[in-house]
């Protein structure tokens, strides 16, 4: 399993006139969180296009238990519960403000896409070796 | 039933290196949909929230099958299929291209809050009455 | 001169926890209006990518005089006064709520890039002399 | 003189199909900048909106040099020249990418309203005098 906790400060610009952090910002949080996630493996997001893959996402969900607000530090738990066989790869997230009250829970499925192609592919060997490491 | 149609052109802004409209800006998207059914019924968002209610997302899932790109002229189908009985109140998506290919199908469930007591509350009777008309 | 007029309406997600549209908003709101401005001389900003040339922004100013609210449908008064000659164009604007106060005031000054050489170019020909008309 | 630094890591989300950090994104940036200027007078801006000031902001220009890339981790230098003297508070400002190259030069004003009576006052006492330490 590979985990990872990232710590983001909600900015002003992010919030709505209900004083929370906009529904829509999570999906940027998560990002942030898988990328953070991918870089325990020994490389980043960006090498992963430079090599010539892309990886959009196909599948979000998330729910909200309680608000995040203006200032807090929320925490992002990032975790990769399998290595992934096929052209997809799930993340699932837990999401914690300061008291460590949990504010809401999601999943996001990415699948790998060939840039020369446009195809969809097998996540790469190298990607793969990386992983085992942590399972 | 509620069927409203809003089209919506991706701004340079909301797309990403990967040229795609990034996947979390339909969250807006899909925020301007169901403004647009609201006022179907004959008083906007910004009405109720003026009447004391507060409508947070508390579930929010989405499906990508296709990219919408820049300057697309993109169309919010949103659907409300069963008047609620109770705190909650779902709204179904599609997003279709300009040659009517579907981009993307979600959900979005919010709840009432009543803003004085800062608890959940069951959706007030003129927006139940309003809905009426529609089904 | 070039003069566009382009409506847009503040989603709940683009206010902030003070109630306004967050001032950061209005960049997009501003290069919605130029690409509508562009829209008028018969291409898009779409197409002037596609033909290879980049046009990032290189200054921007504006004042804001009064804050937009949620729900505003809001009027971006964008205006060309000058035919460029060199490799920037410069866009002036205006911005107005529904009771026609006015709300902000900008500017914005894009350069030409070739995408090929990543160099610094003259605002293409055919670009110049669509404006020919307006002027 | 106050200076601050904060360091920034581009999200996937801020980029655009240039592949720069989209224009627009710093003014988020500066804002994180400013507040964790304030943060160093030991207070935050979440504390001066509870005391009952909201500080929008009436100015904002930025000259862009260089553009910032996905994940670049770049820094925002804000600095504060002078202590107010009346309704208005100015912040400086220099971007710079991991090699040290000025990205961008920007600065914004930012006024003092009272919540309760929605009217400009002057910054108040104990803001200044937290002020003085640095100057």
Not at 97 to 105: D, H, Q
Request: include cysteine; hydrophobic fraction near 35%; charged fraction near 25%.
């Amino acid at each position: 399993m590979i985990k990872s906790e990232t710590k983001i400060r909600v900015r002003y610009g992010e919030t709505d006139q209900m004083g929370y952090a906009y529904y829509g910002v999570y999906a940027q949080y998560y990002e942030v969180g898988r990328v953070e996630a991918m870089r325990l493996l020994g490389f980043s997001y960006k090498d992963v296009e430079e090599r010539g893959i892309i990886m959009p996402v196909v599948d979000y969900t998330i729910s909200y238990k309680k608000p995040a607000f203006y200032d807090d530090e929320i925490t992002i738990v990032t975790t990769l519960k399998e290595i992934p066989t096929g052209v997809k790869i799930v993340f699932d997230y837990e999401c914690y403000n300061s008291k460590n009250e949990l504010l809401n829970i999601g999943k996001v499925t990415l699948v790998c896409i060939n840039k020369n192609t446009n195809k969809m592919c097998k996540l790469p060997q190298w990607f793969i070796d990386a992983m085992h490491a942590f399972f």
